[in-house]
């Protein structure tokens, strides 16, 4: 998600300094390239050798240094990022920008620059709560300074209150916001993927063939155009996509739990593959082989997930979008399942086995909606995800 993106992250002379190493790592994990720089008094909390070997780069740290300075300039430094990065932002760091000083390294990069800056503020509960701080609080935003946290918790000085830092996932996730300036940015979407597991006993399960694929590529594509996602997903082959909200669930019946908790959303994009039925007592110990011959089992209907969200009365999403998996006669199945769920669209694919589809790399679907069958032809999975992230942003009125 942040490949390509250099972020110039300062670090600020306030106890949190430490959790800034694991942003480091974070934000890599994400692809981008970080470039560190530590205040003098935020050396006094962080090593500059812990910070440069995790960066994987030289960490700076004077104004006044001939070969930084030469190597590159200061000026340079603060605009060649894509995002300045700030955690923790302390108390002094925010007066110095809100005031335009420009006495050291830190603040004078923060002043030479018109890229644009997120500030992770932390700092004791009384000084958040200074007026001189809410004053350069809101002289910052009005310069369109962005915040992320602090958050309210118990602090290292023993008291209680706002002014945390940020955790590291959501200072990472607030960057990742940032980037994610496409058509569907502000839109919420939800989206399912995978099979589900029923249980039979402990150890055995019922299940299908569906490995993921598809829905994590839809909820990567609709990410990629700037929308938040919450990933709901039953045990797949494939790793969910980076920058979404990912749930994980087993079974039919917490898929639904998930969902509904998920709600409301623009936009929910149905792509599991939901089992119809489960095993209606599953039991709680192992069955063993018997005398008795073999157990009978007796199944008991899943919750209907689609037709549920589709037909909701009220906080029903903008648009729902089912999938149909068929094996034959897959554009009269599937808009016979468009009226009967009472979905906006239906992505049709046939998943006979001489089509490779299922557990496959490429898809060949057709989009059924009120105005008709729209044939695509077969491509890779990512490029349907794709085109229909595409299709999406433009029925939200996004664009795309
Ligand atoms: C032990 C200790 C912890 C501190 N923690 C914080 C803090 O969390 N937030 C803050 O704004 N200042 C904190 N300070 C005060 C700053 O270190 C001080 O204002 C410093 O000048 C900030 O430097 P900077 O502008 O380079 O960040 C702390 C000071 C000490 C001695």
């Known amino acids: 998600m942040l490949a390509g993106k250099r972020i110039l992250l300062i670090i600020g002379g306030g106890i949190a300094a430490y959790k800034s190493l694991e942003l480091i790592r974070r934000l890599q994990d994400q692809g981008a390239e970080v470039v560190p720089v530590l205040t003098r008094a935020g050396e006094e909390f962080v090593t500059p050798l812990s910070v440069s070997a995790l960066a994987g780069s030289a960490v700076h740290r004077d104004l006044f240094d001939l070969t930084a300075e030469a190597e590159m300039g200061h000026i340079q430094l603060s605009r060649s990022a894509d995002l300045i990065v700030v955690a ?19 603040s004078t990069l923060l002043l030479a620059t018109d890229t644009p800056v997120l500030l992770a503020p932390a700092m004791n509960v009384r000084m958040w709560q200074h007026a001189a701080t809410q004053r350069n609080i809101a002289m910052l935003a009005a310069d369109g300074v962005r915040f992320v946290g602090p958050e309210e918790g118990d602090m290292a000085c ?11 996932p959501d200072i990472v996730e607030a960057v990742l916001r940032f980037f994610r300036a496409g058509p569907l940015q502000g839109r919420r979407i939800l989206v399912t993927s995978g099979p589900t597991h029923e249980p039979i006993d402990p150890v055995r399960y019922i299940a299908n063939r569906s490995s993921g694929a598809q829905g994590t590529a839809i909820a990567g594509a609709l990410a990629a155009l700037g929308a938040e996602v919450v990933f709901v997903t039953g045990p797949a082959d494939v790793p969910p996509p980076s920058g979404v909200e990912v749930i994980a669930v087993q079974t039919a019946q917490q898929m639904l739990e998930a ?8 936009a929910g994009i149905f792509a599991a593959a939901v089992a119809d039925w489960r095993v209606a007592s599953a039991s709680d110990r192992k069955l063993k082989k018997s005398r008795d011959g073999m157990p009978v089992l007796e199944f008991a209907e ?30 009269a199945h599937a808009t016979a399942k468009r009226l009967r769920k009472g979905c906006d669209w239906i992505v049709a ?11 496959g790399t490429e898809n060949a679907v057709v989009l059924i909606s009120e105005t008709g069958a729209d044939v695509w032809p077969r491509m890779g999975k990512s490029e349907v995800a794709a085109r229909l992230a595409e299709r999406v942003a433009q029925a939200l009125g996004a664009g795309g």
């Open 158 to 168: 023993g008291e209680h209150g706002p002014g945390r830092l940020s955790e590291v």
């Open 302 to 331: 899943n919750p209907d997930i689609l037709k549920t969200v589709a037909g909701m009365a009220q906080g029903r999403p903008a648009l729902v979008v089912g999938f149909a998996a068929e094996t034959d006669d897959v554009v």
């Open 88 to 106: 923790p932002a302390t108390a002094d760091l925010m007066a110095k920008m809100a005031a335009g000083l420009a006495g050291d390294l830190a």
């Open 259 to 266: 969902v509904e908790a998920a709600l409301p959303v623009d």
């Open 349 to 359: 694919n046939d998943v006979s086995p001489e089509t490779g589809i299922m557990g």
